[in-house]
């Protein structure tokens, strides 16, 4: 095990065992160098980009990183020399240029490898199934001609949104976080999806049978249908409006658990032509109560056979894909992606995902060797360890000093650990401080700029 996880933290090892299939099938296209004054080939610009989300830095960062060897693995392979020379220039021009060159289609090939194969060697099940929690997000996108075309802007009652958006569905297992190929699509305009559509195309990549969990949002009939018909289980939660179709004769208060048959009304559509019309599953109501808060009734609908106790456990996980979003937004800087074309868009969300993925397989291949559940350890404190580590390993001397780093790296792990919380939150969340306020941004620069100088008669 320790041995698997050492081959794991040497984080470009395994990027290329994990891509050598994709390097045997299209080898020249793989090491492809525009010229011989050129180290970036597709394998190479694809390898950085992940570093370039794995170390949380920029384009100078993850160049000024090669000198330290981190992509002396990817580097062996290129027929390049200046990297055989090991001469090239930390300007970032020219590593700007590939990534717009590198084809989306090879990006895809490469994330879908990754995940995949992350995938299959994670997860456990619960019930009888692997169980997936989903959820949606939206990201902010820079106001380009090119995006323009693909991804419209919005609009508020304030007007017109400056920056346009990008909604992405994200499913991730609930006990180790690993995540799926991810869907998007635009929020508003002809090519705009709803979260529920996006959740159809999950389902299409998930292995039959697999348990999804999903809040109010994914509680409606279009997606339960898509799911089943899949041959998945679900789980979701309902709105309380939803729910008074399943409540006929039962009291206003107090735990409901019955069989129903829940049917397609005039008003759904449906995500596939070939989703059933009518679904089999549970309905239940349960009210919690907690000291020191308002009681709250929830309502689900599910296809699972458990108690009410262990369904209830098994949605209480489904808060572990907040902070999975949290760190896709916040850790690998997706809040606001900094690029000006829709490719890039594209490429940028598919491999800050599989570099997630890669950080994700070093913890559930560690949490066992330290005793912990992967849940309880920060990804944001142990994927600063694996990055620090993976270098030290990686650049060991000798067999020793490789073990000597391995002891360290699983100390390290081990005092990631989560604390528990003893008193739970009761105050409400406040901010320390007001942030000032700036007009809204409507219009370009330009075209603030031209008004201005209209206004003080300065052509």
Same mark, same amino acid.
Request: one cysteine or more.
């Given at each position: 095990?320790?041995?698997?996880?050492? =081959?794991?933290?040497?984080?470009?090892?395994?990027?290329?065992?994990?891509?050598?299939?994709?390097? =045997?099938?299209?080898?020249?296209?793989?090491?492809?160098?525009?010229?011989?004054?050129?180290?970036?080939?597709?394998?190479?610009?694809?390898?950085?980009?992940? +570093?370039?989300?794995?170390? @949380? $830095?920029?384009?100078?960062?993850?160049?000024?990183?090669?000198?330290? /060897?981190?992509?002396?693995?990817?580097?062996?392979?290129?027929?390049?020399?200046?990297?055989?020379?090991?001469?090239?220039?930390?300007?970032?021009?020219?590593?700007?240029?590939?990534?717009?060159?590198?084809?989306?289609?090879?990006?895809?090939?490469? #994330?879908?490898?990754?995940?995949?194969?992350?995938?299959?060697?994670?997860?456990?099940?619960?019930?009888?199934?692997?169980?997936?929690?989903?959820?949606?997000? $939206?990201? #902010?996108?820079?106001?380009?001609? !090119?995006?323009?075309?693909?991804?419209?802007?919005?609009?508020?009652?304030? /007007?017109?949104?400056?920056?346009?958006?990008?909604?992405?569905?994200?499913?991730?297992?609930?006990?180790?976080?690993?995540?799926?190929?991810?869907?998007?699509?635009?929020?508003?305009?002809?090519?705009?999806?709803? =979260? @529920?559509?996006?959740? /159809?195309?999950?389902?299409? @990549?998930? !292995?039959?049978?697999?348990?999804?969990?999903? !809040?109010?949002?994914?509680?409606?009939?279009?997606?339960?249908?898509?799911?089943?018909? %899949?041959?998945?289980?679900? +789980?979701?939660?309902?709105?309380?409006?939803?729910?008074?179709?399943?409540?006929?004769?039962?009291?206003?208060?107090?735990?409901?658990?019955? %069989?129903?048959?829940?049917?397609?009304?005039?008003?759904?559509?449906?995500?596939?032509?070939?989703?059933?019309?009518?679904?089999?599953?549970?309905?239940?109501?349960?009210?919690?109560?907690?000291?020191?808060?308002?009681?709250? $009734?929830?309502?689900?609908?599910?296809?699972?056979?458990?108690?009410?106790? =262990?369904?209830?456990?098994?949605?209480?996980?489904? %808060?572990?894909?907040?902070?999975?979003?949290?760190?896709?937004?916040?850790?690998?800087?997706?809040?606001?992606?900094?690029?000006?074309?829709?490719?890039?868009?594209?490429?940028?969300?598919?491999?800050?995902?599989?570099?997630?993925?890669?950080?994700?397989?070093?913890?559930?291949?560690?949490?066992?060797?330290?005793?912990?559940?992967?849940?309880?350890?920060?990804?944001?404190?142990?994927?600063?360890?694996?990055?620090?580590? /993976?270098?030290?390993?990686?650049?060991?001397?000798?067999?020793?000093?490789?073990?000597?780093?391995?002891?360290?790296?699983?100390?390290?792990?081990? %005092? #990631?650990?989560?604390?528990?919380?003893?008193?739970?939150?009761?105050?409400?969340?406040?901010? $320390?401080?007001?942030?000032?306020?700036?007009?809204?941004?409507?219009?370009?620069?330009?075209?603030?700029?031209?008004?201005?100088?209209?206004?003080?008669?300065?052509?």
């Amino acid at each position: 095990m320790i041995k698997k996880l050492e =081959e794991l933290i040497k984080l470009s090892d395994k990027f290329i065992e994990l891509t050598a299939s994709i390097a =045997e099938e299209k080898e020249e296209e793989w090491f492809y160098l525009r010229n011989n004054e050129s180290i970036f080939n597709p394998a190479l610009v694809v390898w950085l980009m992940l +570093l370039k989300a794995i170390y @949380q $830095t920029s384009s100078a960062g993850v160049l000024a990183l090669i000198d330290k /060897g981190v992509a002396d693995g990817v580097l062996k392979k290129s027929k390049s020399q200046k990297a055989n020379l090991k001469k090239y220039s930390n300007n970032t021009g020219g590593f700007s240029k590939a990534q717009s060159r590198l084809p989306k289609e090879d990006v895809e090939d490469v #994330c879908e490898v990754i995940i995949k194969s992350i995938l299959k060697d994670s997860g456990k099940e619960r019930m009888g199934a692997k169980v997936v929690s989903i959820d949606g997000t $939206t990201l #902010c996108l820079e106001n380009t001609k !090119d995006i323009l075309e693909e991804y419209e802007q919005g609009s508020n009652q304030h /007007g017109t949104i400056y920056h346009p958006e990008v909604r992405m569905l994200l499913a991730t297992e609930i006990d180790t976080g690993v995540a799926f190929i991810p869907k998007y699509a635009p929020v508003v305009g002809k090519f705009s999806k709803s =979260e @529920q559509e996006l959740a /159809g195309e999950v389902f299409n @990549q998930a !292995d039959k049978d697999t348990t999804f969990v999903g !809040d109010r949002n994914f509680g409606v009939f279009s997606v339960v249908s898509a799911a089943t018909t %899949q041959g998945h289980k679900v +789980l979701f939660r309902l709105t309380e409006a939803r729910a008074k179709k399943f409540l006929l004769e039962e009291k206003k208060i107090g735990l409901v658990d019955k %069989q129903v048959t829940w049917k397609a009304s005039s008003q759904d559509k449906m995500l596939n032509s070939g989703d059933t019309t009518t679904v089999t599953g549970r309905f239940i109501r349960i009210t919690i109560e907690q000291d020191g808060f308002r009681p709250v $009734t929830l309502f689900f609908f599910t296809t699972l056979t458990g108690t009410v106790e =262990e369904i209830l456990s098994l949605y209480n996980k489904r %808060q572990h894909i907040e902070t999975d979003i949290r760190h896709f937004k916040y850790l690998f800087k997706m809040e606001r992606l900094n690029v000006k074309s829709r490719d890039m868009v594209a490429k940028e969300i598919l491999l800050r995902v599989a570099s997630y993925n890669l950080i994700r397989s070093v913890i559930v291949k560690a949490a066992p060797l330290v005793n912990l559940a992967v849940r309880k350890i920060s990804f944001e404190r142990a994927a600063r360890v694996i990055v620090i580590y /993976g270098e030290l390993i990686f650049n060991a001397p000798n067999r020793k000093k490789k073990d000597e780093l391995m002891e360290k790296f699983l100390i390290r792990i081990r %005092q #990631c650990r989560l604390p528990d919380r003893k008193r739970k939150r009761l105050e409400p969340r406040k901010v $320390t401080r007001i942030k000032r306020t700036f007009p809204l941004f409507k219009n370009s620069r330009e075209h603030d700029k031209y008004e201005i100088l209209k206004k003080l008669h300065i052509s």
